[in-house]
């Protein structure tokens, strides 16, 4: 009908995975619309995650070095916080991001279609915008990046005092005292923001280390700099109730022996995890399996069960991390447009940006263990590394897994100031097959704390001479 759309391609949703699947397609010479609900495009990433997230945590950073530098001889004033700039800076970023895609997807003429997307059929979606006017689009092919947002508990009530990662990103106020209610990556990084901002933080973590899906030996030196900065960090613990009360937030928590305590808070940030938006975009009509949890399987080439309708970015599973939406979307796009392309990625890096940063990628020693994955390892300490010193920052490790029957790389940890940069070394070695010789005599600058890849690498091969 008129106001009808359309495209050869359809990308549903605008995030790290759908801007990414949508420019390569129409770089490729399709005819492209990308649809979004929101009124920005970038997705979660960058409107309420990644680049939001890192805009504050860099102040937060600058904050504690400050405070810190009295140990080095330097003494500067208590900061004086103004909320309402930090929170223009902040936006000003994210605006800057966003806006840049609207120029992007113009440049490349990709359609914006506007609007909450349902499938009305294997070839049709359904756009609805915020006035209610609905347009349908139809497609030969479409690729579906719906994303995710995040899970809350049942049991907890609402409350304007009880936020989510995007009430945290809003930084309406600096709450005094402050619960963080799962100790994985997103709640850490808030938690590193508000810290530093001057809340009182308590983190409660369900297994029995924070950032789970890292080494212990790997955390150990996050854990310990949090655990001086901040009120408590309850392990092995959950939260089975809480009562919103004038006088605060009431939590109940139970420990592993069953024993239980309660505190109040002014302010509880959930962080315990999100879930996939497959249930919400009527995928049955397209055909399109989805699962109890709202995932969508696909194969090497991005599919789902219905060829020309693709899946990528968080709602096809774990880990829900941008670079591997935008890989993912490539892949996805150049499928789309004939080309033979697999999603054949030998790791998938992760990093906590909390101060210092947890990185790892390919095996991790926990897993080698639980998969019987023969290993040897080198690990360097920081402590000998003359750039960590002269940081005033020698907490931090760089462990490298070597398979020992050819010497080759195949995982990385580091824990340590700039550690997220660092990791890249790593994952180009293991991507290219490199071996403990080709690290251990490639010649780094000194001093530097990429030194300390390099160095764990010979501490494996037993060559080192001289540290720092
Ligand atoms: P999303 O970014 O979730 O985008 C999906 C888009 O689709 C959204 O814009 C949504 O509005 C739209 N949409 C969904 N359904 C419909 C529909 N039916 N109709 C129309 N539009 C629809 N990852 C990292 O790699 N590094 C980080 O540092 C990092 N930090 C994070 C910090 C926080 C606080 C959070 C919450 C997440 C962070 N992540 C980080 C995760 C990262 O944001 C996600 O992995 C990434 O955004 C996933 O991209 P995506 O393209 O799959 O979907």
């Known amino acids: 009908g008129p106001g009808d759309e359309h495209a050869e391609v359809v990308v549903l949703g605008s995030g790290p995975g759908g801007y990414t699947a949508a420019f390569r397609a129409a770089d490729l010479g399709k005819k492209v619309i990308l649809i979004e609900k929101n009124p920005t495009l970038g997705g979660v990433c960058l409107n309420v995650g990644c680049i939001p997230s890192k805009a504050l945590l860099h102040v937060a950073k600058v904050i504690t070095e400050a405070e810190e530098m009295g140990a080095h001889g330097v003494t500067f004033g208590k900061p004086e916080i103004n909320l309402d700039d930090l929170r223009a800076f902040k936006d000003g970023v994210v605006g800057q991001l966003t806006g840049g895609l609207e120029g992007l997807s113009k440049g490349r003429k990709v359609k914006v279609v506007r609007g909450m997307g349902t499938f009305s059929g294997p070839n049709m979606i359904d756009v609805v915008d915020a006035d ?63 810290d530093a901002l001057g809340s009182n933080i308590t983190v409660v973590e369900l297994m029995d280390q924070i950032i789970p899906g890292a080494d212990k030996d790997i955390v150990k030196p996050l854990h310990t700099r949090i655990k001086s900065r901040y009120e408590d960090i309850k392990l092995k613990t959950k939260v089975t109730a809480v009562e919103a009360t004038d006088a605060g937030l009431v939590v109940t928590f ?9 505190d109040t808070f002014d302010k509880i940030l959930v962080a315990v995890g999100r879930k996939p938006n497959g249930k919400l975009i009527n995928a049955e009509a397209a055909g399109v399996a989805v699962d109890d949890r709202g995932f969508i ?18 709602v096809v599973g774990q880990p829900m991390l941008a670079h591997k939406a935008v890989h993912e979307g490539k892949v996805a796009a150049e499928v789309a447009a004939g080309e033979k392309r697999f999603f054949d990625a030998r790791l998938i ?44 920052r020698s907490e931090g490790i760089t462990k490298l897994l070597f398979d020992p029957e050819d010497d080759r790389i195949i995982g990385a940890c580091i824990v340590g100031t700039n550690a997220g940069d660092l990791l890249a070394e790593a994952c180009i070695a293991i991507e290219m097959g490199a071996d403990a010789v080709d690290l251990g005599h490639t010649i780094h600058a000194h001093p530097t704390l990429s030194e300390t890849v390099n160095f764990a690498a010979e501490m494996f091969e037993g060559t080192i001479t001289d540290l720092m």
């Open 349 to 392: 890096p992760s990093v906590a940006y909390t101060d210092p940063e947890v990185a790892w990628c390919g095996v991790t020693e926990t897993e080698a263990k639980a998969k019987g994955i023969a290993y040897e390892k080198g690990v360097f300490p920081w402590a000998a590394s003359g750039k960590a010193l002269s940081n005033g």
């Open 297 to 314: 399987a696909v194969d090497n080439q991005q599919k789902t069960g219905v060829p020309h309708i693709f899946a990528i970015g968080d």
């Open 132 to 194: 209610g006017k609905k347009t349908s689009v139809s497609f030969d092919q479409c690729v579906i990046a719906a994303g995710s947002e995040p899970v809350n508990l049942p049991f907890i009530p609402e409350d304007e005092r009880i936020i989510d990662s995007t009430g945290a990103l809003e930084l309406k106020d600096v709450p005094e005292r402050m619960l963080i209610l799962g100790g994985g990556i997103i709640g850490l990084e808030m938690a590193c923001v508000y």
């Open 254 to 262: 139970e420990d592993d022996k069953g024993e239980t305590s309660t």
